[in-house]
Every structure is written in C-alpha cells, then in structure tokens.
Nanobody, 123 residues
Framework: QVQLVESGGGLVQAGGSLRLSCAASGRAFSSYAMGWFRQAPGKGREFVAGIDWSGGSTDYKDSVKGRFTISRDNAKNTVALQMSSLKPEDTAVYYC????????????????WGQGTQVTVSP
C-alpha cells in the first residue's frame, strides 16, 4: 500500500515556475515507477511525466519537454515535478501516481493516486 500526497500547487503568471512535490508513505516506494498527470476542467486525465524506480529513465508529454523535469529521491520517498516557462494551457489539477513496473502513459496502469494539487497559470 502506498499513500501519496501532493503539494506545491498555486497561482503563477505565464512564464513563471512552480515545483510540485509528492510525498509517499510505504516501504515499497522505491519499487514503483511514478508519474505526474493533470486534468483540466472538462478534459480527461493526461500523462505529463514519468520516472522509473531508479530515476534513471524518464518520459515526458511532448508539450512539456524542455520545460518540466521529473525527479525522485527514494531515500526521502518523494517525487517532484519542476515546472518552468509555464503557460495558461498548463492550468489543471496535477496528480502523482504510482505504477508497478515500467513508466506508463496510460492512467489505468497506475494503482495509487494522490488527491491532486491545483496549478493555475494566468496570462
């Protein structure tokens, strides 16, 4: 069992930066791939970034490549999403999630989810 709690969301102007954090409970955290997803009003939940159990492999949605960076610290049971050059279209609720095995882009592959944190980017 893994419990996930996100933090770090907020309101930022376009071009600004935010750092999201996800704190995990449970001794098996380091065995899970972790992902960040987002969901804007009226839209489905979409993959943003993922990282494998070791931190050695990452994957990003095309529109955030070069702007967002995912990282993890298995000693502290945390995963982070550093977001820069934010755009209004990045506005959404952001969720972290844990998957057994590899990085997946499909949300159905993730077994544990946090409650989400709101990110709002003003023009």
């Amino acid at each position: 069992q893994v419990q996930l709690v996100e933090s770090g969301g907020g309101l930022v102007q376009a071009g600004g930066s935010l750092r999201l954090s996800c704190a995990a409970s449970g001794r098996a955290f380091s065995s899970y791939a972790m992902g960040w997803f987002r969901q804007a009003p009226g839209k489905g939940r979409e993959f943003v970034a993922g990282i494998d159990w070791s931190g050695g492999s990452t994957d990003y949605k095309d529109s955030v490549k070069g702007r967002f960076t995912i990282s993890r610290d298995n000693a502290k049971n945390t995963v982070a999403l550093q977001m820069s050059s934010l755009k209004p279209e990045d506005t959404a609720v952001y969720y972290c999630a844990a998957a057994r095995g590899a990085i997946y882009r499909g949300p159905a592959n993730y077994v544990y989810w946090g409650q989400g944190t709101q990110v709002t980017v003003s023009p």
